[in-house]
């Protein structure tokens, strides 16, 4: 009886103390944040495909356990699907407008006539910078070597993007400081892209005799570069970027777009012509 005992009162005190050790285990211990999967869907610039797949794939080193997937378009249509329900956790957008319009922290004067409220504001920040360049076909038949040039009999046809996306809006201001606008658009020398992809590849097809795009996305396609774009003839290209109030991972999310602000992330956005934002 008293071997019965002491082997019940052994029994117990063995499972007393298992119980106890699954209770002092911390609940985010290395071994639960390593097994748990998470998936961050993150909206960009069109202009952004290239690097922002390289780096996606660096991150997968840094954060196995993370996914991303990426959606790029121009960012007018990116604002928009979000604004529609799309999910989203991080959005960079190529201009300040498009995330002006998501931003509760920006008035109607600011660019949210609507009173949107999609971004974490003490997230935001202005992540990179571009410049806006005027690219032509290989062997450039027209011989067109400056933005002037457009004024000129050198040009047929010249693509640029839509005034809703960057690209386009960077590109009338260009061509409205030139005082060439309104002469282009009647003697139908303007042809128009949803977005800044498809304005390349009309370049690089040789569709049209120039087109006005980012220099990164000139230096990605291996098109020729003639001229580029200074402070009197457009404003500053910056893209910001911010982690939405809408995430369900906010700290993952928070994490990537730390990553995107590292040296190892500059290193690929600055080898096509990305510059950290000043």
Same mark, same amino acid.
């Not at 005992?5 to 944040?33: D, N, V, W, Y």
């Not at 509760?104 to 571009?130: C, H, M, Q, Y």
């Given at each position: 009886m008293?071997?019965?005992? /002491?082997?019940?009162?052994?029994l117990?005190?063995?499972f007393?103390l298992?119980a106890c050790a699954?209770? #002092?285990e911390?609940?985010g211990?290395e071994?639960a944040?390593?097994?748990?999967e998470?998936?961050l869907?993150v909206f960009?610039?069109a202009?952004m495909?290239? #690097?922002?797949?390289?780096?996606?794939a660096?991150?997968?080193?840094?954060?196995p356990?993370v996914?991303?997937?990426?959606?790029?378009? @121009?960012?007018?249509?990116l604002?928009?699907q979000?604004q529609?329900?799309?999910?989203?956790d991080?959005?960079?957008s190529?201009?300040?407008?498009q995330m002006?319009?998501l931003? %509760?922290?920006?008035? %109607?004067?600011?660019?949210?006539?609507?009173?949107l409220?999609?971004?974490l504001?003490? #997230?935001?920040?202005?992540?990179?910078e571009?410049k806006?360049?005027l %690219?032509?076909p290989?062997?450039n $038949?027209?011989?067109?070597e400056?933005f /002037?040039?457009?004024?000129?009999d050198k040009? @047929?046809?010249l693509?640029?993007g839509?005034? *809703?996306v $960057?690209?386009?809006?960077?590109?009338?201001?260009i061509l409205n400081?030139?005082g060439?606008m *309104?002469?282009?658009e009647s003697?139908?020398?303007?042809?128009?892209?949803?977005?800044v992809k498809?304005v390349?590849?009309?370049?690089?097809?040789?569709?049209?005799?120039a087109g006005i795009i980012y220099?990164?996305? %000139?230096? @990605?396609a291996?098109?020729t570069?003639v001229?580029q774009?200074?402070s009197?003839?457009c404003?500053?290209?910056?893209y910001p970027?911010a982690?939405?109030?809408?995430?369900?991972n906010e700290q /993952?999310?928070?994490?990537?777009?730390?990553?995107?602000q &590292?040296?190892e992330?500059?290193t690929v956005?600055? &080898?096509?012509?990305?510059a $950290?934002?000043?």
């Amino acid at each position: 009886m008293k071997k019965t005992i /002491a082997l019940l009162l052994c029994l117990a005190m063995l499972f007393a103390l298992t119980a106890c050790a699954s209770k #002092t285990e911390p609940a985010g211990s290395e071994e639960a944040a390593e097994a748990e999967e998470v998936t961050l869907y993150v909206f960009a610039a069109a202009s952004m495909t290239e #690097t922002l797949d390289q780096i996606i794939a660096l991150y997968k080193a840094v954060a196995p356990n993370v996914t991303i997937v990426p959606t790029y378009d @121009s960012s007018g249509t990116l604002k928009t699907q979000i604004q529609e329900g799309a999910q989203c956790d991080l959005f960079i957008s190529a201009a300040q407008k498009q995330m002006n319009q998501l931003d %509760a922290a920006k008035d %109607a004067e600011g660019g949210n006539e609507e009173g949107l409220d999609f971004v974490l504001s003490d #997230t935001r920040v202005d992540l990179l910078e571009n410049k806006v360049v005027l %690219a032509v076909p290989d062997e450039n $038949p027209k011989g067109i070597e400056t933005f /002037a040039d457009l004024g000129t009999d050198k040009l @047929s046809l010249l693509c640029i993007g839509n005034e *809703d996306v $960057p690209v386009g809006a960077y590109s009338l201001e260009i061509l409205n400081a030139l005082g060439i606008m *309104d002469a282009l658009e009647s003697s139908g020398k303007l042809t128009y892209g949803s977005n800044v992809k498809e304005v390349t590849t009309q370049v690089k097809e040789g569709t049209v005799d120039a087109g006005i795009i980012y220099a990164t996305d %000139a230096f @990605s396609a291996g098109l020729t570069v003639v001229d580029q774009a200074t402070s009197d003839l457009c404003r500053q290209v910056i893209y910001p970027a911010a982690v939405l109030n809408i995430t369900e991972n906010e700290q /993952a999310a928070r994490d990537f777009l730390a990553f995107l602000q &590292s040296d190892e992330a500059m290193t690929v956005f600055q &080898s096509v012509g990305f510059a $950290p934002a000043p």
